[in-house]
C-alpha cells in the first residue's frame, strides 16, 4: 500500500500517519520531520533549506526531489510507504510519477484555517523521533516527553502564528493544486479533518477500508 496524505500545515498528517503505522506495518515518510535532522546535523541540504522554512516558504523541488528519491530507495519501503508532507508541488507530484512511483490513495484532510492557528499554539513535537503531540488535545504520559521514545518536546519556531498564516497561504496557493492533480487520476479521498482525533481517524480507515 502506498499512500499520501495531504493537508495544511497542522491538519493532522503526522498524527494519522502514526495511527496507520500500527495499522499497516509501514514506514512514514515525512520529508518535514527529514529536514529538521539536516538542519540539527548542520547538513549542506540543511544549510539550504534553513531560511526557506523558518520564513514557511516551500524548500526548493529540486533539493526536495533527491531527498525523497534517496529515502524511497531504502529497503523498508518495499512493502509500501505513507508520505507525510510531500508531494507539495504538482512538481513534486510529477516527480513522483517519474519515479513509478504507483500511489495507491491520496488522503486529504481538510481544515479550516482560523482552527489551525489556534491549534498550532499547542503543538509539541519529540526533538528524537519526530512524533507529534498536543497540550491540550493529544497529550504525552509524561509532560514534556515522548511517550514512543523518551526524547524532549518542544516548540517549534516556525509554528508562531505569524510564520503558520504564510506557510497557510503556501498551501493554498502550491499545494492545493496538488489535490486537483490526484483526483483526475481518480484516487483523492477527501476526509473531514475538523473533529477529535480518533474520530477523524475513524474517517480514514472507513475511507480506505481498514476495520480498526
Ligand atoms: P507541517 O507538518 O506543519 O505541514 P512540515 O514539517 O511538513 O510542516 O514542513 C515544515 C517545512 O519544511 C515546510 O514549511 C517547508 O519549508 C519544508 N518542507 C517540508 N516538506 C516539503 C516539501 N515536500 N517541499 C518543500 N518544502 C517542504
Ligand atoms: P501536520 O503533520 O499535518 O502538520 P500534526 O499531526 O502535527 O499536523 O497536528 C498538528 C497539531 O494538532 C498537533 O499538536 C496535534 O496533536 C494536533 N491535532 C492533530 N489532529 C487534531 C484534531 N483532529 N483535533 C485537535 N488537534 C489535533
Ligand atoms: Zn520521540
Redesign the pocket.
Same mark, same amino acid.
Given at each position: 500500500m502506498k499512500l499520501i496524505l495531504i493537508g495544511a $500545515?497542522?491538519a493532522g498528517? @503526522?498524527t494519522q500517519a502514526e495511527k496507520l503505522i500500527e495499522k499497516l506495518g509501514i514506514p512514514s515518510i515525512?520529508? *518535514?520531520?527529514i529536514?529538521r535532522e539536516h538542519l540539527a546535523k548542520g547538513t549542506e541540504l540543511g544549510e539550504k533549506a534553513r531560511g =526557506?522554512?523558518e520564513s @514557511?516558504?516551500?524548500?526548493p523541488d529540486d533539493l526536495?526531489v533527491d531527498m525523497l528519491k534517496a529515502r524511497l530507495s531504502k529497503p523498508d519501503c518495499e512493502k509500501g510507504y505513507i508520505l507525510d *508532507? =510531500? $508531494? %507539495?508541488t504538482v512538481r513534486?507530484a510529477e516527480a513522483l510519477c517519474g519515479m513509478g512511483a504507483g500511489i495507491d490513495r491520496v488522503v486529504s484532510i481538510e481544515t479550516d484555517d482560523e482552527a489551525i492557528i489556534r491549534r498550532m499554539s499547542g503543538r509539541r513535537v519529540c526533538r528524537d523521533c519526530g512524533a507529534s503531540y498536543h497540550l491540550l488535545y493529544n497529550k504525552p504520559e509524561k509532560d514534556g516527553v515522548c511517550s514512543k521514545c523518551g526524547g524532549p518536546l518542544y516548540q517549534r519556531d516556525?509554528d508562531k502564528e505569524e510564520t503558520v498564516r504564510a %506557510?497557510l497561504s503556501v498551501f493554498h496557493q502550491q499545494t492545493e493544486p496538488v489535490k486537483a492533480y490526484y483526483e483526475k487520476e481518480g484516487i483523492l479521498l477527501r476526509i473531514d479533518g475538523m473533529a477529535e482525533i480518533p474520530v477523524v481517524t475513524k474517517r480514514i480507515f472507513d475511507a480506505l477500508g481498514l476495520s480498526e
Open positions: $500545515p497542522g498528517k @503526522g515525512s520529508t *518535514g520531520n529536514l =526557506y522554512m @514557511g516558504a516551500l524548500v526536495i *508532507g =510531500y $508531494p %507539495r513534486q516556525d %506557510r
